[in-house]
Nanobody
Framework: QVQLVESGGGLVQPGGSLRLSCAAS????????MGWYRQAPGNGRDLVAA???????NFADSVKGRFTISGDNAKNTVYLQMNSLKPGDTAVYYC?????????????????WGQGTQVTVSS
């Protein structure tokens, strides 16, 4: 059993900052990638940023230069630092991770999702 627990969302004024955290726990053999997606009302779920276990990162064009992603492998945690926030960043932010777990059938790789955290950028 693997869980992703997110924290750090909330209400912030335009131009402000927030830091999201996502901690993975459970029967984890290894973590390959962790990332953040977001979904605004009426829209699909889109990639915001991702990081591999080796530290390579990928960002949506809309957040480049404003958001950074970092990971703590020892804590199985990923962080999303969001600066210069805009109203268009308002969405539910979801943590995602590709994790290998040990099963009775051997090692298996699955994608896991957190429950989501609301980020609202408004004056």
């Amino acid at each position: 059993q693997v869980q992703l627990v997110e924290s750090g969302g909330g209400l912030v004024q335009p131009g402000g900052s927030l830091r999201l955290s996502c901690a993975a726990s459970g029967s984890i053999f290894s973590i390959h990638d962790m990332g953040w997606y977001r979904q605004a009302p009426g829209n699909g779920r889109d990639l915001v940023a991702a990081i591999t276990s080796g530290g390579s990162t990928n960002f949506a064009d809309s957040v480049k230069g404003r958001f950074t992603i970092s990971g703590d492998n020892a804590k199985n945690t990923v962080y999303l630092q969001m600066n210069s926030l805009k109203p268009g960043d308002t969405a539910v932010y979801y943590c995602s991770a590709r994790i290998t777990v040990a099963t009775t059938g051997g090692l298996r790789e699955y994608d896991y999702w957190g429950q989501g955290t609301q980020v609202t950028v408004s004056s």
